[in-house]
Protein backbone atom coordinates (compact mmCIF):
# COMPACT_ATOMS: atom_id res chain seq x y z
CA UNK A 1 0.00 0.00 0.00
CA UNK A 2 2.27 2.24 -1.26
CA UNK A 3 0.54 5.38 -1.27
CA UNK A 4 -0.45 4.83 2.60
CA UNK A 5 2.85 4.11 3.83
CA UNK A 6 4.50 7.27 2.24
CA UNK A 7 4.21 9.77 4.81
CA UNK A 8 2.40 12.93 2.86
CA UNK A 9 1.63 16.03 5.04
CA UNK A 10 -1.70 17.65 4.34
CA UNK A 11 -1.31 17.41 0.97
CA UNK A 12 -2.79 21.26 -0.24
CA UNK A 13 -0.96 22.20 -3.49
CA UNK A 14 -3.31 24.75 -4.61
CA UNK A 15 -1.92 27.51 -6.61
CA UNK A 16 -2.40 30.96 -7.47
CA UNK A 17 -3.20 31.02 -10.86
CA UNK A 18 -6.18 32.59 -13.30
CA UNK A 19 -9.14 30.16 -12.55
CA UNK A 20 -13.33 29.90 -12.24
CA UNK A 21 -13.14 28.15 -9.11
CA UNK A 22 -11.92 30.82 -6.42
CA UNK A 23 -11.54 28.69 -3.61
CA UNK A 24 -8.95 27.14 -5.42
CA UNK A 25 -6.70 30.54 -5.89
CA UNK A 26 -4.81 30.18 -2.94
CA UNK A 27 -1.03 30.37 -2.27
CA UNK A 28 0.39 26.72 -1.59
CA UNK A 29 0.67 25.88 1.99
CA UNK A 30 2.58 22.51 1.70
CA UNK A 31 6.06 23.56 3.65
CA UNK A 32 4.22 24.43 7.31
CA UNK A 33 3.98 21.50 9.93
CA UNK A 34 0.72 20.42 11.27
CA UNK A 35 2.33 22.75 14.49
CA UNK A 36 1.75 25.80 12.74
CA UNK A 37 -1.08 24.75 10.62
CA UNK A 38 -4.88 25.26 11.52
CA UNK A 39 -4.80 28.73 13.24
CA UNK A 40 -7.40 30.03 11.24
CA UNK A 41 -10.78 29.41 9.56
CA UNK A 42 -8.63 30.00 6.35
CA UNK A 43 -6.00 27.40 7.12
CA UNK A 44 -9.12 24.62 7.45
CA UNK A 45 -10.87 26.03 3.79
CA UNK A 46 -7.30 25.97 2.10
CA UNK A 47 -6.64 22.51 3.61
CA UNK A 48 -9.97 21.30 2.48
CA UNK A 49 -9.69 22.80 -1.22
CA UNK A 50 -6.56 20.66 -1.68
CA UNK A 51 -9.07 17.12 -1.77
CA UNK A 52 -10.88 18.67 -4.90
CA UNK A 53 -8.47 17.77 -7.64
CA UNK A 54 -4.66 16.34 -6.87
CA UNK A 55 -5.33 13.42 -4.74
CA UNK A 56 -8.17 12.25 -7.56
CA UNK A 57 -6.10 13.09 -10.58
CA UNK A 58 -4.49 9.65 -11.58
CA UNK A 59 -8.23 8.05 -11.04
CA UNK A 60 -10.18 10.80 -12.52
CA UNK A 61 -7.97 10.89 -15.97
CA UNK A 62 -8.08 7.63 -17.30
CA UNK A 63 -9.49 4.82 -14.73
CA UNK A 64 -13.15 6.88 -14.38
CA UNK A 65 -14.11 6.36 -17.94
CA UNK A 66 -11.72 3.38 -18.86
CA UNK A 67 -13.15 1.18 -16.21
CA UNK A 68 -16.31 2.70 -15.50
CA UNK A 69 -17.63 2.88 -18.72
CA UNK A 70 -15.29 -0.03 -20.43
CA UNK A 71 -16.35 -2.74 -17.70
CA UNK A 72 -19.67 -1.43 -18.43
CA UNK A 73 -20.08 -1.89 -22.39
CA UNK A 74 -19.93 1.61 -23.00
CA UNK A 75 -16.79 1.86 -24.69
CA UNK A 76 -14.82 -0.06 -27.60
CA UNK A 77 -11.05 -0.04 -27.81
CA UNK A 78 -10.20 -2.55 -29.92
CA UNK A 79 -6.77 -0.74 -30.87
CA UNK A 80 -5.54 0.33 -27.04
CA UNK A 81 -4.59 -1.56 -23.87
CA UNK A 82 -7.79 -0.12 -22.11
CA UNK A 83 -9.33 -3.01 -24.27
CA UNK A 84 -8.92 -5.31 -21.61
CA UNK A 85 -11.58 -3.60 -19.13
CA UNK A 86 -14.24 -4.68 -21.59
CA UNK A 87 -13.19 -8.13 -22.56
CA UNK A 88 -12.86 -8.89 -18.61
CA UNK A 89 -9.31 -10.02 -19.18
CA UNK A 90 -7.22 -7.88 -16.30
CA UNK A 91 -4.79 -8.94 -14.34
CA UNK A 92 -2.35 -7.92 -11.67
CA UNK A 93 -0.34 -6.41 -14.07
CA UNK A 94 -2.83 -4.29 -15.59
CA UNK A 95 -2.19 -0.82 -16.51
CA UNK A 96 -4.12 1.60 -14.84
CA UNK A 97 -5.10 -0.49 -11.21
CA UNK A 98 -2.19 1.10 -9.55
CA UNK A 99 -3.30 4.65 -10.61
CA UNK A 100 -6.84 3.86 -9.42
CA UNK A 101 -5.72 2.74 -6.38
CA UNK A 102 -3.13 4.78 -4.95
CA UNK A 103 -5.33 7.92 -6.22
CA UNK A 104 -7.91 6.69 -4.08
CA UNK A 105 -5.58 5.88 -1.39
CA UNK A 106 -4.40 9.46 -1.45
CA UNK A 107 -7.88 11.04 -1.09
CA UNK A 108 -8.17 8.70 2.08
CA UNK A 109 -4.77 9.68 3.53
CA UNK A 110 -5.19 13.61 2.55
CA UNK A 111 -8.74 13.53 4.04
CA UNK A 112 -7.17 11.50 7.39
CA UNK A 113 -4.92 14.34 8.20
CA UNK A 114 -7.49 17.27 7.82
CA UNK A 115 -10.11 14.87 9.95
CA UNK A 116 -7.32 13.84 12.70
CA UNK A 117 -6.00 17.32 13.20
CA UNK A 118 -8.15 19.93 12.46
CA UNK A 119 -9.68 20.91 15.79
CA UNK A 120 -6.06 22.06 16.17
CA UNK A 121 -8.25 25.00 14.88
CA UNK A 122 -10.43 25.28 17.66
CA UNK A 123 -7.59 26.26 20.06
CA UNK A 124 -6.74 29.24 17.89
CA UNK A 125 -11.07 30.99 17.69
CA UNK A 126 -12.46 28.88 15.27
CA UNK A 127 -15.77 27.93 16.08
CA UNK A 128 -16.95 24.64 16.44
CA UNK A 129 -19.51 24.65 13.47
CA UNK A 130 -16.79 25.66 11.30
CA UNK A 131 -14.67 22.88 11.95
CA UNK A 132 -17.37 20.39 11.55
CA UNK A 133 -17.96 21.80 8.45
CA UNK A 134 -14.63 21.36 7.36
CA UNK A 135 -14.50 18.05 8.71
CA UNK A 136 -17.37 17.41 6.47
CA UNK A 137 -15.74 17.87 3.34
CA UNK A 138 -12.86 15.75 3.92
CA UNK A 139 -15.60 12.75 5.06
CA UNK A 140 -16.83 13.52 2.44
CA UNK A 141 -14.12 12.95 0.03
CA UNK A 142 -13.37 10.13 1.93
CA UNK A 143 -16.30 8.20 2.37
CA UNK A 144 -17.16 8.54 -1.76
CA UNK A 145 -13.21 6.92 -1.99
CA UNK A 146 -14.12 4.26 0.37
CA UNK A 147 -17.47 3.58 -2.24
CA UNK A 148 -14.99 3.34 -5.31
CA UNK A 149 -12.32 1.38 -3.65
CA UNK A 150 -14.92 -1.30 -2.33
CA UNK A 151 -17.08 -1.34 -5.47
CA UNK A 152 -14.00 -1.93 -7.11
CA UNK A 153 -12.02 -4.33 -5.08
CA UNK A 154 -14.47 -5.61 -2.11
CA UNK A 155 -12.34 -6.09 0.58
CA UNK A 156 -9.79 -3.40 1.16
CA UNK A 157 -8.14 -1.83 4.49
CA UNK A 158 -10.05 0.83 6.50
CA UNK A 159 -6.98 3.24 7.17
CA UNK A 160 -7.60 5.69 9.55
CA UNK A 161 -4.15 6.84 11.04
CA UNK A 162 -1.71 6.96 7.72
CA UNK A 163 1.29 7.35 10.02
CA UNK A 164 0.74 4.33 12.32
CA UNK A 165 -0.10 2.60 8.83
CA UNK A 166 2.91 3.56 7.04
CA UNK A 167 5.30 1.52 9.44
CA UNK A 168 3.42 -1.65 8.93
CA UNK A 169 4.18 -3.97 5.91
CA UNK A 170 1.66 -6.14 7.23
CA UNK A 171 -2.04 -4.48 7.00
CA UNK A 172 -5.22 -6.85 6.38
CA UNK A 173 -8.25 -5.81 4.57
CA UNK A 174 -11.70 -4.80 5.77
CA UNK A 175 -14.93 -6.45 4.87
CA UNK A 176 -16.60 -5.18 2.17
CA UNK A 177 -19.72 -4.65 4.24
CA UNK A 178 -18.10 -2.89 7.13
CA UNK A 179 -16.37 -0.45 4.13
CA UNK A 180 -19.82 0.41 3.06
CA UNK A 181 -21.33 1.19 6.35
CA UNK A 182 -17.96 3.19 6.89
CA UNK A 183 -18.93 5.15 4.11
CA UNK A 184 -22.38 5.41 4.94
CA UNK A 185 -21.35 7.19 8.11
CA UNK A 186 -18.63 9.56 6.78
CA UNK A 187 -21.64 11.01 4.29
CA UNK A 188 -24.00 11.12 6.78
CA UNK A 189 -21.83 13.37 9.08
CA UNK A 190 -21.08 15.43 6.29
CA UNK A 191 -24.85 15.28 5.74
CA UNK A 192 -25.15 16.78 9.28
CA UNK A 193 -22.12 19.48 8.94
CA UNK A 194 -21.70 20.64 5.49
CA UNK A 195 -23.57 23.95 4.71
CA UNK A 196 -26.58 24.20 2.62
CA UNK A 197 -24.72 26.49 0.50
CA UNK A 198 -21.05 27.52 -0.98
CA UNK A 199 -19.22 29.16 -3.17
CA UNK A 200 -18.88 27.39 -6.49
CA UNK A 201 -17.34 24.22 -6.60
CA UNK A 202 -17.16 23.60 -2.73
CA UNK A 203 -19.55 20.26 -1.81
CA UNK A 204 -22.84 20.96 0.20
CA UNK A 205 -25.39 19.21 2.70
CA UNK A 206 -27.47 18.73 -0.53
CA UNK A 207 -23.86 17.39 -1.92
CA UNK A 208 -23.51 14.60 0.67
CA UNK A 209 -27.30 14.01 0.32
CA UNK A 210 -27.17 13.08 -3.23
CA UNK A 211 -24.09 10.69 -2.22
CA UNK A 212 -25.33 9.21 0.55
CA UNK A 213 -28.56 8.45 -1.31
CA UNK A 214 -26.00 5.81 -3.46
CA UNK A 215 -24.28 4.52 -0.97
CA UNK A 216 -27.80 3.71 0.60
CA UNK A 217 -28.69 2.06 -2.13
CA UNK A 218 -25.96 0.55 -2.77
CA UNK A 219 -26.37 -1.11 0.83
CA UNK A 220 -30.10 -1.75 0.13
CA UNK A 221 -28.53 -3.82 -2.96
CA UNK A 222 -26.57 -5.71 -0.60
CA UNK A 223 -28.93 -6.67 1.86
CA UNK A 224 -31.82 -7.51 -0.76
CA UNK A 225 -29.44 -10.32 -1.73
CA UNK A 226 -28.41 -11.13 2.27
CA UNK A 227 -25.03 -10.63 2.17
CA UNK A 228 -24.41 -8.25 5.29
CA UNK A 229 -23.43 -10.18 8.77
CA UNK A 230 -25.69 -10.11 11.75
CA UNK A 231 -23.69 -7.03 12.67
CA UNK A 232 -25.40 -5.03 10.35
CA UNK A 233 -29.04 -5.71 11.09
CA UNK A 234 -31.06 -3.04 8.78
CA UNK A 235 -33.55 -4.34 6.02
CA UNK A 236 -33.23 -3.50 2.25
CA UNK A 237 -36.24 -1.57 2.89
CA UNK A 238 -34.35 -0.28 6.01
CA UNK A 239 -31.81 1.07 3.04
CA UNK A 240 -34.15 2.32 0.22
CA UNK A 241 -36.24 4.25 2.79
CA UNK A 242 -32.82 6.20 3.76
CA UNK A 243 -31.89 6.67 0.50
CA UNK A 244 -35.62 8.08 -0.66
CA UNK A 245 -35.47 10.40 2.04
CA UNK A 246 -31.79 11.85 1.47
CA UNK A 247 -32.62 11.94 -2.29
CA UNK A 248 -35.99 13.79 -1.88
CA UNK A 249 -34.00 16.63 -0.04
CA UNK A 250 -31.92 17.03 -2.99
CA UNK A 251 -34.73 16.95 -5.39
CA UNK A 252 -36.87 19.59 -3.57
CA UNK A 253 -34.13 21.86 -2.73
CA UNK A 254 -34.43 24.68 -4.30
CA UNK A 255 -30.69 25.40 -5.13
CA UNK A 256 -30.77 23.22 -8.29
CA UNK A 257 -32.00 22.80 -11.01
CA UNK A 258 -31.51 20.81 -14.56
CA UNK A 259 -30.14 22.76 -17.36
CA UNK A 260 -32.11 23.06 -19.98
CA UNK A 261 -29.55 21.55 -22.98
CA UNK A 262 -27.94 18.40 -22.08
CA UNK A 263 -24.50 18.91 -24.19
CA UNK A 264 -24.08 22.38 -22.27
CA UNK A 265 -23.21 20.21 -19.06
CA UNK A 266 -19.73 19.34 -20.39
CA UNK A 267 -18.65 23.00 -21.62
CA UNK A 268 -15.87 24.58 -19.66
CA UNK A 269 -17.96 27.70 -19.75
CA UNK A 270 -20.78 25.86 -17.49
CA UNK A 271 -18.41 24.68 -14.74
CA UNK A 272 -20.17 24.03 -11.27
CA UNK A 273 -24.06 24.62 -13.30
CA UNK A 274 -27.18 24.50 -11.98
CA UNK A 275 -27.79 20.81 -11.79
CA UNK A 276 -23.92 19.97 -10.72
CA UNK A 277 -23.79 18.77 -7.13
CA UNK A 278 -20.03 17.32 -6.82
CA UNK A 279 -17.42 17.92 -9.64
CA UNK A 280 -13.79 17.41 -9.01
CA UNK A 281 -12.24 21.10 -9.31
CA UNK A 282 -9.60 21.16 -11.94
CA UNK A 283 -7.76 24.67 -12.28
CA UNK A 284 -8.24 26.25 -16.05
CA UNK A 285 -5.25 27.68 -17.50
CA UNK A 286 -3.21 25.57 -15.01
CA UNK A 287 -0.35 23.56 -16.37
CA UNK A 288 0.37 22.22 -13.25
CA UNK A 289 0.44 18.41 -12.66
CA UNK A 290 -2.63 17.01 -10.99
CA UNK A 291 -4.45 20.11 -11.33
CA UNK A 292 -5.81 19.69 -14.84
CA UNK A 293 -8.30 17.97 -16.48
CA UNK A 294 -6.76 15.37 -18.59
CA UNK A 295 -9.98 13.89 -20.26
CA UNK A 296 -9.47 15.17 -23.30
CA UNK A 297 -6.02 14.05 -23.96
CA UNK A 298 -7.47 10.35 -23.84
CA UNK A 299 -10.84 11.06 -25.92
CA UNK A 300 -10.43 13.94 -28.20
CA UNK A 301 -10.05 12.18 -31.83
CA UNK A 302 -8.29 14.79 -34.26
CA UNK A 303 -5.74 17.54 -32.96
CA UNK A 304 -7.67 19.41 -35.51
CA UNK A 305 -10.80 19.24 -33.55
CA UNK A 306 -8.50 20.57 -30.58
CA UNK A 307 -6.91 23.43 -31.94
CA UNK A 308 -3.75 21.49 -31.59
CA UNK A 309 -4.28 20.76 -28.35
CA UNK A 310 -3.41 16.65 -27.37
CA UNK A 311 -5.71 14.18 -28.84
CA UNK A 312 -5.03 10.60 -28.26
CA UNK A 313 -8.92 9.70 -28.38
CA UNK A 314 -8.78 8.53 -32.10
CA UNK A 315 -9.04 4.64 -31.33
CA UNK A 316 -11.62 5.24 -28.57
CA UNK A 317 -15.00 4.78 -29.23
CA UNK A 318 -18.43 4.55 -28.21
CA UNK A 319 -19.82 0.57 -27.93
CA UNK A 320 -21.86 -0.70 -30.44
CA UNK A 321 -24.00 -1.27 -27.61
CA UNK A 322 -24.29 2.19 -26.36
CA UNK A 323 -24.65 3.03 -29.96
CA UNK A 324 -27.59 0.68 -30.72
CA UNK A 325 -29.25 1.19 -27.58
CA UNK A 326 -29.39 5.04 -28.12
CA UNK A 327 -30.54 4.70 -31.97
CA UNK A 328 -32.97 2.26 -31.32
CA UNK A 329 -34.32 4.44 -28.20
CA UNK A 330 -34.22 7.30 -30.67
CA UNK A 331 -32.13 9.88 -29.06
CA UNK A 332 -30.97 12.72 -30.28
CA UNK A 333 -29.75 15.44 -27.63
CA UNK A 334 -28.31 12.72 -25.68
CA UNK A 335 -26.46 11.08 -28.92
CA UNK A 336 -25.06 14.15 -29.95
CA UNK A 337 -23.64 15.09 -26.61
CA UNK A 338 -22.22 12.12 -25.61
CA UNK A 339 -20.44 10.60 -29.13
CA UNK A 340 -19.38 12.06 -32.58
CA UNK A 341 -22.21 10.49 -34.91
CA UNK A 342 -21.76 11.07 -38.60
CA UNK A 343 -23.11 13.96 -39.34
CA UNK A 344 -23.73 15.83 -36.36
CA UNK A 345 -22.74 19.63 -36.68
CA UNK A 346 -21.48 21.22 -33.36
CA UNK A 347 -21.65 24.78 -33.27
CA UNK A 348 -19.93 25.73 -30.56
CA UNK A 349 -16.73 23.19 -31.79
CA UNK A 350 -14.32 24.37 -34.27
CA UNK A 351 -14.52 27.36 -33.82
CA UNK A 352 -10.72 28.39 -34.72
CA UNK A 353 -11.53 26.79 -37.94
CA UNK A 354 -12.64 29.05 -41.60
CA UNK A 355 -15.86 26.76 -41.38
CA UNK A 356 -16.10 28.37 -37.81
CA UNK A 357 -18.06 25.09 -36.28
CA UNK A 358 -17.20 21.49 -36.61
CA UNK A 359 -19.27 18.86 -38.55
CA UNK A 360 -18.18 14.86 -38.42
CA UNK A 361 -17.30 14.16 -41.72
CA UNK A 362 -14.83 12.68 -44.01
CA UNK A 363 -13.40 8.78 -42.68
CA UNK A 364 -14.89 9.88 -38.89
CA UNK A 365 -18.36 9.63 -40.64
CA UNK A 366 -17.83 6.20 -41.96
CA UNK A 367 -16.39 4.35 -38.74
CA UNK A 368 -17.14 3.73 -35.15
CA UNK A 369 -18.20 7.07 -33.33
CA UNK A 370 -15.67 8.68 -30.86
CA UNK A 371 -16.47 9.83 -27.96
CA UNK A 372 -17.57 13.21 -27.62
CA UNK A 373 -18.68 13.82 -23.65
CA UNK A 374 -15.53 15.63 -21.62
CA UNK A 375 -14.28 17.14 -25.00
CA UNK A 376 -14.47 20.35 -25.25
CA UNK A 377 -12.34 20.91 -28.13
CA UNK A 378 -10.01 24.15 -28.80
CA UNK A 379 -8.54 27.19 -27.02
CA UNK A 380 -11.29 28.86 -28.48
CA UNK A 381 -14.04 26.55 -27.94
CA UNK A 382 -13.22 26.60 -24.36
CA UNK A 383 -13.39 30.71 -23.81
CA UNK A 384 -9.65 30.83 -23.33
CA UNK A 385 -9.52 28.12 -20.56
CA UNK A 386 -8.33 25.16 -22.28
CA UNK A 387 -4.53 24.30 -22.52
CA UNK A 388 -2.85 21.48 -23.85
CA UNK A 389 -2.98 18.52 -21.53
CA UNK A 390 -5.84 20.45 -19.61
CA UNK A 391 -9.46 20.89 -20.86
CA UNK A 392 -10.20 22.80 -17.93
CA UNK A 393 -13.39 21.25 -17.64
CA UNK A 394 -14.79 20.58 -13.62
CA UNK A 395 -15.15 16.64 -14.20
CA UNK A 396 -18.57 15.98 -12.94
CA UNK A 397 -19.13 12.87 -10.21
CA UNK A 398 -22.44 13.94 -9.20
CA UNK A 399 -25.50 15.38 -11.02
CA UNK A 400 -28.71 15.93 -10.07
CA UNK A 401 -29.93 14.53 -12.62
CA UNK A 402 -28.60 11.20 -11.44
CA UNK A 403 -30.19 12.00 -7.83
CA UNK A 404 -33.50 11.86 -9.83
CA UNK A 405 -33.08 8.80 -10.80
CA UNK A 406 -31.65 7.19 -7.69
CA UNK A 407 -34.58 9.04 -6.10
CA UNK A 408 -36.98 7.14 -8.80
CA UNK A 409 -35.06 3.86 -7.57
CA UNK A 410 -35.91 4.43 -4.08
CA UNK A 411 -39.46 4.98 -4.51
CA UNK A 412 -39.27 1.72 -6.82
CA UNK A 413 -37.75 -0.29 -3.94
CA UNK A 414 -38.48 -4.10 -3.62
CA UNK A 415 -40.60 -3.98 -6.47
CA UNK A 416 -40.24 -4.23 -10.25
CA UNK A 417 -42.49 -1.78 -11.67
CA UNK A 418 -43.84 1.88 -10.57
CA UNK A 419 -46.27 4.01 -11.43
CA UNK A 420 -45.97 6.37 -8.38
CA UNK A 421 -46.30 9.84 -9.57
CA UNK A 422 -43.56 11.56 -7.87
CA UNK A 423 -41.33 9.04 -9.19
CA UNK A 424 -43.09 9.40 -12.90
CA UNK A 425 -42.30 13.19 -12.21
CA UNK A 426 -38.71 13.19 -11.76
CA UNK A 427 -37.70 10.29 -14.41
CA UNK A 428 -39.70 12.28 -16.70
CA UNK A 429 -38.28 15.17 -16.11
CA UNK A 430 -34.46 13.73 -17.27
CA UNK A 431 -36.36 12.04 -19.72
CA UNK A 432 -38.15 15.14 -21.09
CA UNK A 433 -34.58 17.38 -21.08
CA UNK A 434 -33.28 14.63 -23.40
CA UNK A 435 -36.48 14.98 -25.84
CA UNK A 436 -37.73 11.70 -24.89
CA UNK A 437 -41.71 11.05 -24.81
CA UNK A 438 -43.30 10.78 -21.66
CA UNK A 439 -43.96 7.76 -19.48
CA UNK A 440 -47.19 6.29 -17.41
CA UNK A 441 -45.13 3.53 -15.35
CA UNK A 442 -41.69 2.71 -15.06
CA UNK A 443 -39.96 -0.75 -14.81
CA UNK A 444 -36.59 -1.76 -13.39
CA UNK A 445 -35.32 -2.03 -17.02
CA UNK A 446 -36.40 1.13 -17.88
CA UNK A 447 -34.61 2.27 -15.05
CA UNK A 448 -31.54 0.59 -15.89
CA UNK A 449 -31.48 1.85 -19.99
CA UNK A 450 -32.25 5.18 -18.76
CA UNK A 451 -29.22 5.50 -16.20
CA UNK A 452 -26.94 4.05 -18.70
CA UNK A 453 -28.06 6.75 -21.99
CA UNK A 454 -27.66 9.71 -19.40
CA UNK A 455 -24.84 8.64 -17.65
CA UNK A 456 -22.61 7.71 -20.35
CA UNK A 457 -18.90 8.33 -20.16
CA UNK A 458 -19.47 9.27 -16.31
CA UNK A 459 -18.16 6.60 -15.39
CA UNK A 460 -20.97 5.15 -13.90
CA UNK A 461 -22.30 1.95 -15.71
CA UNK A 462 -20.27 -0.49 -13.97
CA UNK A 463 -20.96 0.26 -10.60
CA UNK A 464 -24.69 -0.18 -11.55
CA UNK A 465 -23.75 -3.65 -12.70
CA UNK A 466 -22.38 -4.12 -9.30
CA UNK A 467 -24.70 -3.43 -7.01
CA UNK A 468 -26.93 -5.12 -9.12
CA UNK A 469 -25.22 -8.36 -8.84
CA UNK A 470 -25.44 -7.91 -4.82
CA UNK A 471 -29.02 -9.54 -5.22
CA UNK A 472 -29.51 -10.84 -8.82
CA UNK A 473 -26.30 -11.93 -9.42
CA UNK A 474 -27.03 -14.12 -12.03
CA UNK A 475 -29.26 -11.84 -13.87
CA UNK A 476 -25.92 -9.31 -14.05
CA UNK A 477 -23.88 -12.49 -15.16
CA UNK A 478 -26.08 -13.55 -18.00
CA UNK A 479 -26.65 -9.84 -19.17
CA UNK A 480 -23.02 -9.51 -19.28
CA UNK A 481 -22.75 -12.89 -21.39
CA UNK A 482 -24.94 -11.53 -23.34
CA UNK A 483 -23.23 -8.09 -24.40
CA UNK A 484 -21.63 -7.70 -27.57
CA UNK A 485 -18.74 -7.01 -25.89
CA UNK A 486 -15.79 -5.33 -28.14
CA UNK A 487 -18.00 -6.53 -31.17
CA UNK A 488 -17.45 -4.40 -34.23
CA UNK A 489 -20.31 -2.81 -36.07
CA UNK A 490 -21.51 -0.26 -39.06
CA UNK A 491 -23.24 3.03 -37.85
CA UNK A 492 -24.94 5.08 -39.75
CA UNK A 493 -22.61 3.88 -43.56
CA UNK A 494 -23.81 2.39 -46.85
CA UNK A 495 -23.55 -1.15 -45.07
CA UNK A 496 -26.05 -0.36 -42.60
CA UNK A 497 -28.63 1.70 -43.98
CA UNK A 498 -31.41 1.06 -41.24
CA UNK A 499 -28.57 2.77 -39.13
CA UNK A 500 -27.12 0.18 -37.30
CA UNK A 501 -25.93 -3.32 -38.04
CA UNK A 502 -23.67 -5.75 -35.96
CA UNK A 503 -20.60 -7.07 -37.73
CA UNK A 504 -18.94 -10.86 -37.61
CA UNK A 505 -15.66 -9.67 -37.84
CA UNK A 506 -13.32 -11.02 -35.23
CA UNK A 507 -10.00 -9.97 -34.06
CA UNK A 508 -9.21 -13.22 -32.08
CA UNK A 509 -8.10 -11.43 -28.99
CA UNK A 510 -9.14 -13.04 -25.81
CA UNK A 511 -12.61 -12.20 -23.99
CA UNK A 512 -13.22 -13.66 -20.90
CA UNK A 513 -16.59 -15.14 -19.51
CA UNK A 514 -18.23 -12.82 -16.60
CA UNK A 515 -18.59 -15.16 -13.47
CA UNK A 516 -18.57 -14.02 -10.12
CA UNK A 517 -15.15 -13.46 -9.37
CA UNK A 518 -14.82 -11.36 -12.23
CA UNK A 519 -17.03 -9.17 -11.00
CA UNK A 520 -14.18 -7.36 -8.69
CA UNK A 521 -10.92 -6.04 -10.27
CA UNK A 522 -7.82 -7.81 -9.31
CA UNK A 523 -5.44 -5.94 -6.64
CA UNK A 524 -2.84 -4.29 -8.23
CA UNK A 525 1.06 -6.20 -8.54
CA UNK A 526 3.01 -3.14 -6.73
CA UNK A 527 0.50 -3.43 -3.56
CA UNK A 528 0.57 -7.13 -3.14
CA UNK A 529 3.87 -7.14 -3.26
CA UNK A 530 4.48 -4.22 -0.59
CA UNK A 531 1.72 -5.63 1.43
CA UNK A 532 1.51 -9.37 1.30
CA UNK A 533 -1.48 -9.46 4.09
CA UNK A 534 -3.67 -7.66 1.06
CA UNK A 535 -4.80 -11.05 -0.35
CA UNK A 536 -5.67 -12.60 3.45
CA UNK A 537 -8.85 -13.35 4.47
CA UNK A 538 -10.60 -10.13 5.10
CA UNK A 539 -11.63 -9.10 8.71
CA UNK A 540 -13.98 -6.90 10.71
CA UNK A 541 -13.11 -2.91 11.12
CA UNK A 542 -14.30 -2.07 14.52
CA UNK A 543 -15.99 0.88 14.59
Known amino acids: MKKIRTFIFIGVAIFSTISCNKFLDTKSESQRTLDSYYTSYLDCRTATAGLYNVPWYTFASQFYFTAGDGRGNNLFTPYNSAESFGRLTETIETPLLPDAWNSLYNVVTQSDYVVNNIDNALSHGVTQAQVNACRGEARFMRGLAYWYLGSIWGNVPIVEDPVAASKSTLVKP ?78 QASNYSLMSDYEQLFRVQNNNNSESLFALQFVPGSSVYGVGNRNQDWLAYSTTLTGGLTAYGGNTFASGELVNLMFTRGETSRQKGTYFYPGATYNYLGTQTTAGSWTVSGANAVRYPNIKKMVVGSKQDAGGLAINGNSGLAAPMLRLAEVYLLYVEAIMGLQTTTSDPVALLYFNKVRNRAGMP ?52 YYLSGTAPTGFAWRTQTDGQQQNVATASRLLLPYPATELVLNPSLDSTAVPFHF
Not at 218 to 246: E, H, I, K, P, V
Not at 447 to 465: N, T
Not at 466 to 485: E, F, G, K, P, T
Open 174 to 251: NRFEDVLQYSIQDLQYAGKWLPETDVAGRVTKYSALGILSRLYITAACYARGNRFSSRWTLTAQNYYDSALNAAQKVC
Open 438 to 489: FVTSISIADLWDERRVELALEGQFWYDMVRRSYWDQDWVLNYMNNQHRSQYY
